[in-house]
């Protein structure tokens, strides 16, 4: 039986690329694979649940979407298509079925359902809808019918039902749940135990531990914290939000003191506990964890580089391995293995 090949993904905005490299665990590194071109100033990236294809919004004009075929044995991408969103899109993510993209726009209050063909190409919208100020995230809960929007500069988390069958959404009951004045919810991650989501507030740095009524599809608070270091001047910039796996750690990224922050999590409560804040790439807007849980790749949109860690299995901590320069602007990281 041959070997797990895990594969990076980072979007590089200005050079208009994506970068995929080969993450190679018997060398603790970085290999480049392929430099793909785009039409566009490429941000977020999503991966259908089957790893079988990548999603990519593009934020200059004309805004769309482009769709890449995976391959599973080396990564690379082939375009298969690209197709129109209605607006710059800071955030696209898949339904758990892969059949439907959902995408958020920050600069144009509203977000989107685009249909997902057999051919894995993401269509034009089918679905446009209002959302507060600022919309950032998009967050489907495991069992597909409930969807959370991130506002940001309308300090709310949108609650919405999802339709699978028709690739609607409609209000919950309870359409928000309101987060407190100038936090700016940006990121959301949801617990593998599917009963508790993190929310990572870019405006203040802090981060909400929420509990989640999956029969409601409601968020409720449990805890708020700091993701800033000691000492911290200047004004709040938080990005980006990731679990372990295991969900035994979780790590935000800030980008006025370049830093990624390490959170141990209560396996019977969700509640955190800050464990360490790191030094990071420049402007650190994007980082993953890959998913075996061992590493984790920052990248910079200053440094315009990718650091590779290690995580301590035990501890969380963050051991740099290798840095290396990527294009221009890298802001987004999508990481996978195959099989």
């Known amino acids: 039986m041959s070997q797990a090949a895990t594969f990076v993904y980072v979007s590089n905005a200005d050079s208009r690329e994506i970068s995929v490299l080969l993450l190679d665990p018997a060398k603790n590194d970085l290999l480049l694979v392929q430099t793909v071109p785009v039409t566009g100033q490429v941000m977020p990236l999503a991966v259908s649940p089957d790893k079988k294809f990548l999603y990519a919004a593009l934020r200059s004009q004309p805004y769309s979407v482009a769709s890449f075929a995976i ?52 269509q034009a919208a089918s679905q446009v809808l209002p959302t507060g100020q600022n919309a950032h995230a998009v967050l489907v809960a495991p069992d597909n019918r409930h969807v959370f929007i991130t506002n940001l500069g309308s300090d709310v988390v949108m609650q919405l039902r999802f339709d699978a069958a028709t690739g609607s959404l409609s209000p919950a009951g309870v359409p928000t749940f309101n987060q407190r004045p100038k936090a700016g919810p940006r990121h959301l991650v949801m617990h593998p135990n599917g009963r508790i989501v993190y929310l990572l507030n870019e405006l203040d740095a802090s981060v909400d531990v929420l509990a989640y009524h999956d029969a409601s599809g409601t968020l409720s608070p ?118």
Do not use: C
Request: aromatic share 8%; net charge neutral; charged share 15%.
């Open 71 to 122: 391959d599973a044995t080396s990564g690379k991408l082939t375009p298969i298509g690209v197709n129109p969103l209605p607006d710059s899109m800071a955030y696209v993510a898949t339904d758990r079925s892969g059949k439907f993209l959902f995408a958020a726009s920050y600069g144009g209050h509203k977000a989107s359902v685009s249909t997902i063909g057999a051919d894995g190409v993401a």
């Open 222 to 339: 449990v805890q708020t914290l700091s993701t800033l270091p000691a000492g911290f001047d200047g004004k709040p910039w938080a990005a980006d939000i990731h679990l372990t796996p295991d969900g035994r750690f979780l790590y935000t990224s800030e980008r006025t003191s370049s830093t990624l922050a390490t959170f141990a999590v209560d396996a019977s409560t969700g509640r955190l506990a800050v464990r360490a804040h790191t030094p990071t790439e420049k402007q650190p807007r994007g980082f993953n964890i890959d998913p075996s849980g061992r590493y984790l790749v920052a990248v910079g949109q200053v440094s315009h580089a990718v650091t590779l860690y290690a995580i301590d299995a035990g501890t969380g901590a963050l051991h740099p391995l290798k840095n290396y320069t990527l294009g221009q602007n890298p802001n987004w990281v999508e990481i996978i293995s195959f099989p």
